[in-house]
């Protein structure tokens, strides 16, 4: 069965740098563009940015542009999220995610990691 | 503010009928698929409509998506008390090549 399990969150000052990871199994991680979406606390979801499947595509949003760098080692099926220069802002629940449709950027996504919390605070 | 427009909150009775809509715009709803989520507390969102009103195994029928030009609705019917849940439509963006989400509806069952 699919499994996605994210970890690396944690509490960490203002300007710091934080790395998640998302382990991946059940499936054909290399075949699937994967995502990283937040939850900032009692708020919306977000999505972050993703990767396509060779990690030649790569979209972030405007928010996290110049200080997140998400990667991917497909040899290890792991999903990767470097997260540098933290803001109060990106304190979130950060969940990976699988799309329903593999080799291609969607907004759908048929499973979900349970979440890492990462907390910006000093 | 979020791309796609949500009600904040909805809310019905047991076995009552539930709609809750989304309102985006033509680089969004308007050209794309319309995707619900359904979010229990305290757990990550799962998929409750994919493709604008194709429901994944598992998921009742009670559960039902429509869209009509920039707009989009779940409707939800014999309502029932385990449905209360945040709900989020999403969908894929042309103009930003990237998926926006709404920014949820808290729906409770009185």
């Known amino acids: 069965q699919v499994q996605l399990v994210e970890s690396g969150g944690g509490l960490v000052k203002p300007g710091g740098s934080l790395r998640l990871s998302c382990a991946a199994s059940?499936?054909?991680?290399?075949?699937?563009?994967m995502s990283w979406i937040r939850q900032a606390p009692g708020k919306g979801l977000e999505w972050v940015s993703y990767i396509s499947s060779s990690g030649s595509t790569i979209y972030y949003a405007d928010s996290v542009k110049g200080r997140f760098t998400i990667s991917r080692d497909n040899a290890k099926n792991s999903l990767y999220l470097q997260m540098n220069s933290l803001r109060a802002e990106d304190t979130a629940v950060y969940y990976c995610?699988?799309?329903?449709?593999?080799?291609?950027?969607?907004?759908?996504?048929?499973?979900w990691g349970q979440g890492t919390l990462v907390t910006v605070s000093s | 503010q979020s791309v796609l427009t949500q009600p904040p909150s909805a809310s019905g009775t047991p076995g009552q009928r539930v709609t809750i809509s989304c309102s985006g715009s033509?680089?969004?709803?308007?050209?794309?698929?319309v995707y619900w989520y359904q979010q229990l507390p305290g757990t990550a969102p799962k998929l409750l409509i994919y493709r604008n009103n194709q429901r994944p195994s598992g998921v009742p029928d009670r559960f039902s998506g429509s869209k009509s030009g920039t707009s989009a609705s779940l409707a939800i019917s014999g309502l029932r008390s385990e449905d209360e849940a945040d709900y989020y439509c999403?969908?894929?963006?042309?103009?930003?090549?990237?998926?926006?989400f709404g920014g949820g509806t808290k729906l409770t069952v009185l």
């Open positions: 995610a699988r799309p329903g449709e593999w080799g291609m950027a969607t907004i759908y996504f048929d499973y």
């Open positions: 999403a969908a894929w963006d042309d103009s930003l090549s990237g998926g926006v």
């Open positions: 059940g499936f054909t991680f290399s075949d699937y563009y």
């Open positions: 033509s680089s969004n709803i308007g050209s794309n698929y």
